[in-house]
């Protein structure tokens, strides 16, 4: 009778972690030189997801991120996860903050009373360069110019906050 042993991986397992190697290994070519050179790959896989950003058709792009992949899965890949999440964690970070930045230009603009809440929950505001921006971002609307001043408007709220 055969013993069985608990370091039995089933063959979807493997699948499964292949498959999200093979992923892992798109969001690295996907990232820009400078955020691969942060990781500390191994310079074989270095070369590979440079051939992978250099290849534009679709059957050599896919055995590219294959051999990729099987580059992958012979190191250890935690401190790559990590920085890759870091990333992730940063954009949406930025992401919420350009969101917070338009809501407030819209407050702002469509009522300049909002003005005083504003400068309340921020901090080193130049509170007469704010309220002209505001102004005319205001005329702009009624005479539906160009957005110039709610650009403006727009990057100095994300610049403040």
Do not use: C
Request: aromatic share 6%.
């Amino acid at each position: 009778m055969a013993e069985v042993t608990d370091n039995f991986v089933s063959k979807t397992e493997l699948k499964k972690e292949a498959k999200n190697i093979h992923e892992f290994g798109m969001i690295l070519a996907s990232l820009t030189e400078l955020q691969i050179a942060q990781i500390n790959l191994p310079e074989n896989i270095l070369d590979a997801i440079k051939d992978l950003k250099n290849i534009k058709k679709g059957s050599a792009k896919k055995r590219q991120s294959l051999y990729l992949a099987k580059l992958l899965r012979e190191i250890d890949l935690s401190k790559a996860q990590n920085f890759v999440n870091q990333i992730k964690f940063e954009s949406q970070t930025e992401i919420i903050r350009l969101h917070e930045a338009e809501a407030w230009r819209d407050k702002l603009i469509s009522d300049i009373s909002n003005l005083t809440n504003f400068i309340n929950k921020a901090q080193n505001v130049d509170i007469q360069r704010l309220r002209n921006l505001v102004i005319n971002s205001q005329k702009e609307i009624k005479k539906q110019k160009s957005k110039k001043n709610q650009k403006e408007l727009f990057n100095y709220l994300k610049e403040i906050l």
